[in-house]
């Protein structure tokens, strides 16, 4: 170990001979960062760009080169390095670059898909992503908000606070299991998909890639990664200050504050937000909102510059959301036979539902989480150390029959602990031809669930009351990764990188006295080859295997088995990026085809009240996604996105196992897969533009449509959703320092299911389902200063 170690630091000690690391900030007037600023050493090949939070980092020959800074809109500037380690620019806007027509938006947007930053347009996979200016002129609060923006990408949630349902690509996330995207935040891996129901705010990139992510963000990464970056603290001090009302009760509270501590060497950030909501949807028996919440969220962060290499800082969060919970409607009739019932049209109208459970459900999570980073750059390669806990408490209460009798209810509680350790070496030269970072990992996730049952008055249903589910879930992994990229020629690039998981899954299940434990070992290629034809114009083609763990059920039943297994996928994807008209016009696509061995589906086995996770044992997704953005004016942009999943099961296999009684879900063969929008659809249009000097206006309409959605591998045509569209805009008035935003969401009000469950098939009497938010509008008001 000794050697090895010695043996490192030596490499890293050669690597770094004779090279000095320049690191800064890039903002404009007002002390906002400007990401995807060119600095380049004057004289030479060699440059950087600023990331989504305007940093920069660049290694120059000697103490006595000039950096060049320059970006579109911008007066280019020179700054001679000298003695100089950090240098912070401030960019004026030039009016003659602002007079151009030049498109915003993808061509400016600045990501960190594979782990370094660059422009979205030179990136080799599909990425959809936004910088700060484009979340909020979008009005980007939540995943569930970008999704609406992203081909292939559906968000829905049901039931509890945390209860989420994300589907990317043909492959839907489950209850019980894994999300199928790697969920990072400041680039820490969140296990917990539970957290994908936070708020965001304060952010400067969200980020979607799409296809296997393996070999760059790990196990589940099955479908790809979300990407969150929040902004981070700055040299130069300001605050922001935000209120805002909407209809349903709605209330808003929100405050951002950043600035030095000891200039130029310690910086913090602080930032906490306050939302309320009495709720829009009504419970008809009980008279009362269903979906009332209350949200706080307070985030602090610190930075700091120890010397001119070394680098650290820490993240400390803590939100609470309480909500409503088991709020599914029913069919308005009531009664279908000898037990009250009937079936759901699973294409909502007006009156062909209700929601009239006699108990009215509650939920909330409560989160803390930190991080501390620490960066220290040896000149041509970094060695980054980060180091988080996470701790998650979510609980449910609510109705189990969700009619206006008194007879089942349902709690759940569920607490998980995470800790992670990631060690990563990076390359920082820019100037060759090999870029490349190796690592370790070490994670492990501890949930603690409680689930009970059956509150009942009437024996005939069962006992008055009983435990459900009462255990213990661990898992510990330990990860190898690298990822290279070699340039072949100047317009040919291919890419290596691969992921070593070691998974140790172990169960301690108090309810019925049993104890579990399996191992896993997973390698996850990535091949990549790219070919940027011209400046304008990229092509790739890319190879990636997925993983997403499998985990144990509370127990067997004829449903499902007490352990579910690995879910593994081998992705081909075609792709193509574009730019043309001067920059006018983006147009980018893909294409993709899956295989899926053991993909996990969910089911709530109403007999035994245990819900569990099962297996098909093969299915196949063929697929593309189309997207492009036109600058038709000075002040006029339209955008536009498609995409088509076309997830079909090959073969399903046998499931269950208790009491040798199993379900044949080879019956299925050739059905598609639920959960599954068959397509997705959104067009849009930005408008941005100075009223005066003083004045600017700021506009954003975007139309999504959700296609077709089977809810049962039946594929019956009575519990299959059709295509529906929504409707949002979001428009904003700046003066100096004050900002003016009106927003609406749902603008026609039209009633669609986030879920849709058949009871025919999980021994129920009833079809539920969960409705999605109605018309939703409102107003807020800020300050900087």
Do not use: C
């Given at each position: 170990?000794?050697?090895?170690?010695?043996?490192?630091?030596?490499?890293?000690?050669?690597?770094?001979?004779?090279?000095?690391?320049?690191?800064?900030?890039?903002?404009?007037?007002?002390?906002?960062?400007?990401?995807?600023?060119?600095?380049?050493?004057?004289?030479?090949?060699?440059?950087?760009?600023?990331?989504?939070?305007?940093?920069?980092?660049?290694?120059?020959?000697?103490?006595?080169?000039?950096?060049?800074?320059?970006?579109?809109?911008?007066?280019?500037?020179?700054?001679?390095?000298?003695?100089?380690?950090?240098?912070?620019?401030?960019?004026?806007?030039?009016?003659?670059?602002?007079?151009?027509?030049?498109?915003?938006?993808?061509?400016?947007?600045?990501?960190?898909?594979?782990?370094?930053?660059?422009?979205?347009?030179?990136?080799?996979?599909?990425?959809?992503?936004?910088?700060?200016?484009?979340?909020?002129?979008?009005?980007?609060?939540?995943?569930?908000?970008?999704?609406?923006?992203?081909?292939?990408?559906?968000?829905?949630?049901?039931?509890?606070?945390?209860?989420?349902?994300?589907?990317?690509?043909?492959?839907?996330?489950?209850?019980?299991?894994?999300?199928?995207?790697?969920?990072?935040?400041?680039?820490?891996?969140?296990?917990?998909?539970?957290?994908?129901?936070?708020?965001?705010?304060?952010?400067?990139?969200?980020?979607?890639?799409?296809?296997?992510?393996?070999?760059?963000?790990?196990?589940?990464?099955?479908?790809?990664?979300?990407?969150?970056?929040?902004?981070?603290?700055?040299?130069?001090?300001?605050?922001?200050?935000?209120?805002?009302?909407?209809?349903?009760?709605?209330?808003?509270?929100?405050?951002?504050?950043?600035?030095?501590?000891?200039?130029?060497?310690?910086?913090?950030?602080?930032?906490?937000?306050?939302?309320?909501?009495?709720?829009?949807?009504?419970?008809?028996?009980?008279?009362?909102?269903?979906?009332?919440?209350?949200?706080?969220?307070?985030?602090?962060?610190?930075?700091?510059?120890?010397?001119?290499?070394?680098?650290?800082?820490?993240?400390?969060?803590?939100?609470?959301?309480?909500?409503?919970?088991?709020?599914?409607?029913?069919?308005?009739?009531?009664?279908?036979?000898?037990?009250?019932?009937?079936?759901?049209?699973?294409?909502?109208?007006?009156?062909?539902?209700?929601?009239?459970?006699?108990?009215?459900?509650?939920?909330?999570?409560?989160?803390?989480?930190?991080?501390?980073?620490?960066?220290?750059?040896?000149?041509?390669?970094?060695?980054?150390?980060?180091?988080?806990?996470?701790?998650?408490?979510?609980?449910?209460?609510?109705?189990?029959?969700?009619?206006?009798?008194?007879?089942?209810?349902?709690?759940?509680?569920?607490?998980?602990?995470?800790?992670?350790?990631?060690?990563?070496?990076?390359?920082?030269?820019?100037?060759?031809?090999?870029?490349?970072?190796?690592?370790?990992?070490?994670?492990?996730?501890?949930?603690?669930?409680?689930?009970?049952?059956?509150?009942?008055?009437?024996?005939?249903?069962?006992?008055?009351?009983?435990?459900?589910?009462?255990?213990?879930?661990?898992?510990?992994?330990?990860?190898?990764?690298?990822f290279a990229d070699y340039k072949l020629t100047e317009k040919l690039t291919a890419s290596v990188g691969f992921r070593y998981d070691i998974d140790k899954f172990s169960q301690v299940d108090a309810l019925f006295v049993t104890s579990s434990e399996r191992d896993n070992n997973e390698f996850q290629p990535k091949v990549s080859l790219?070919?940027?034809?011209?400046?304008?114009?990229?092509?790739?083609?890319?190879?990636?295997?997925?993983?997403?763990?499998?985990?144990?059920?509370?127990?067997?039943?004829?449903?499902?088995?007490?352990?579910?297994?690995?879910?593994?996928?081998?992705?081909?994807?075609?792709?193509?990026?574009?730019?043309?008209?001067?920059?006018?016009?983006?147009?980018?696509?893909?294409?993709?085809?899956?295989?899926?061995?053991?993909?996990?589906?969910?089911?709530?086995?109403?007999?035994?009240?245990?819900?569990?996770?099962?297996?098909?044992?093969?299915?196949?997704?063929?697929?593309?996604?189309?997207?492009?953005?036109?600058?038709?004016?000075?002040?006029?942009?339209?955008?536009?996105?498609?995409?088509?999943?076309?997830?079909?099961?090959?073969?399903?296999?046998?499931?269950?196992?208790?009491?040798?009684?199993?379900?044949?879900?080879?019956?299925?063969?050739?059905?598609?897969?639920?959960?599954?929008?068959?397509?997705?659809?959104?067009?849009?249009?930005?408008?941005?533009?100075?009223?005066?000097?003083?004045?600017?206006?700021?506009?954003?309409?975007?139309?999504?449509?959700?296609?077709?959605?089977?809810?049962?591998?039946?594929?019956?045509?009575?519990?299959?959703?059709?295509?529906?569209?929504?409707?949002?805009?979001?428009?904003?008035?700046?003066?100096?320092?004050?900002?003016?935003?009106?927003?609406?969401?749902?603008?026609?009000?039209?009633?669609?299911?986030?879920?849709?469950?058949?009871?025919?098939?999980?021994?129920?009497?009833?079809?539920?389902?969960?409705?999605?938010?109605?018309?939703?509008?409102?107003?807020?008001?800020?300050?900087?200063?």
């Amino acid at each position: 170990m000794k050697h090895t170690v010695s043996l490192l630091f030596l490499l890293i000690t050669t690597l770094s001979f004779s090279q000095t690391t320049i690191s800064g900030n890039v903002t404009d007037k007002k002390g906002e960062p400007i990401p995807g600023v060119n600095i380049i050493e004057k004289g030479t090949t060699n440059g950087s760009i600023s990331d989504f939070n305007g940093n920069f980092e660049i290694n120059v020959s000697s103490n006595d080169a000039v950096l060049e800074f320059s970006f579109i809109g911008f007066e280019s500037q020179e700054i001679s390095v000298s003695e100089k380690n950090q240098i912070d620019v401030t960019l004026n806007e030039s009016a003659e670059s602002l007079d151009e027509v030049v498109i915003r938006g993808f061509t400016g947007v600045i990501g960190k898909s594979r782990k370094r930053t660059e422009s979205i347009q030179v990136t080799p996979e599909s990425v959809t992503a936004l910088n700060a200016e484009g979340i909020e002129s979008a009005g980007i609060s939540d995943v569930s908000s970008f999704s609406t923006l992203v081909p292939n990408l559906k968000f829905n949630s049901a039931q509890a606070v945390g209860l989420n349902f994300i589907t990317v690509r043909g492959i839907p996330q489950v209850r019980g299991g894994d999300a199928p995207l790697a969920f990072v935040v400041d680039g820490v891996t969140i296990p917990d998909p539970s957290l994908l129901s936070q708020d965001l705010y304060d952010l400067a990139l969200v980020e979607v890639v799409k296809g296997p992510q393996g070999a760059l963000y790990g196990k589940n990464a099955i479908g790809g990664a979300v990407n969150i970056y929040t902004k981070e603290p700055t040299n130069k001090g300001s605050n922001r200050l935000k209120f805002g009302i909407g209809n349903g009760g709605s209330l808003l509270s929100q405050f951002v504050s950043s600035g030095a501590i000891s200039k130029d060497k310690v910086f913090y950030r602080f930032s906490t937000q306050y939302k309320t909501f009495d709720g829009l949807l009504t419970n008809e028996f009980l008279n009362q909102n269903v979906d009332f919440s209350d949200n706080f969220n307070i985030r602090g962060q610190i930075k700091a510059r120890l010397s001119k290499s070394f680098t650290v800082s820490a993240t400390y969060q803590h939100f609470k959301i309480d909500g409503g919970a088991t709020y599914y409607s029913v069919n308005p009739i009531g009664f279908d036979g000898e037990f009250p019932g009937g079936v759901l049209d699973p294409n909502p109208k007006e009156g062909n539902n209700v929601i009239v459970a006699d108990v009215l459900g509650k939920s909330d999570m409560i989160n803390n989480y930190g991080n501390f980073k620490m960066d220290y750059n040896f000149g041509n390669v970094k060695l980054q150390s980060i180091t988080s806990i996470n701790k998650v408490e979510r609980s449910t209460f609510g109705d189990l029959d969700f009619i206006d009798l008194d007879l089942f209810t349902q709690g759940e509680e569920a607490t998980t602990k995470t800790f992670n350790q990631e060690l990563r070496i990076n390359n920082t030269n820019t100037d060759t031809k090999l870029d490349w970072s190796l690592g370790g990992f070490y994670q492990k996730v501890e949930k603690d669930v409680y689930q009970n049952g059956a509150d009942g008055v009437d024996a005939e249903f069962g006992p008055a009351e009983y435990d459900v589910a009462d255990y213990v879930n661990e898992i510990k992994t330990i990860a190898l990764f690298g990822f290279a990229d070699y340039k072949l020629t100047e317009k040919l690039t291919a890419s290596v990188g691969f992921r070593y998981d070691i998974d140790k899954f172990s169960q301690v299940d108090a309810l019925f006295v049993t104890s579990s434990e399996r191992d896993n070992n997973e390698f996850q290629p990535k091949v990549s080859l790219s070919y940027q034809a011209s400046k304008n114009a990229l092509f790739y083609a890319n190879y990636g295997k997925g993983y997403r763990n499998g985990g144990y059920n509370a127990d067997a039943t004829d449903l499902f088995n007490r352990e579910f297994d690995d879910e593994t996928s081998d992705n081909y994807e075609l792709g193509f990026k574009t730019t043309s008209w001067n920059n006018r016009l983006i147009f980018n696509g893909s294409i993709f085809s899956s295989k899926l061995n053991n993909q996990q589906q969910y089911i709530l086995d109403l007999n035994t009240f245990i819900a569990g996770v099962y297996n098909y044992d093969e299915t196949k997704i063929f697929g593309f996604e189309l997207e492009s953005r036109a600058r038709l004016s000075n002040w006029l942009d339209v955008f536009a996105n498609f995409g088509m999943a076309d997830a079909e099961i090959v073969d399903g296999g046998t499931s269950g196992g208790s009491d040798g009684a199993f379900t044949d879900n080879t019956t299925y063969n050739g059905k598609k897969t639920p959960f599954v929008p068959v397509s997705s659809f959104g067009i849009g249009l930005e408008s941005s533009f100075k009223v005066t000097d003083n004045l600017n206006f700021n506009g954003f309409l975007n139309l999504d449509t959700t296609g077709k959605t089977y809810w049962h591998e039946s594929n019956l045509a009575i519990h299959t959703t059709d295509a529906y569209s929504l409707l949002d805009a979001r428009i904003g008035l700046s003066y100096k320092n004050w900002q003016l935003d009106i927003w609406g969401k749902n603008l026609t009000d039209k009633q669609y299911y986030q879920e849709f469950s058949p009871g025919e098939f999980v021994g129920s009497p009833d079809d539920v389902a969960w409705r999605g938010q109605p018309l939703s509008v409102g107003t807020a008001i800020s300050i900087k200063f």
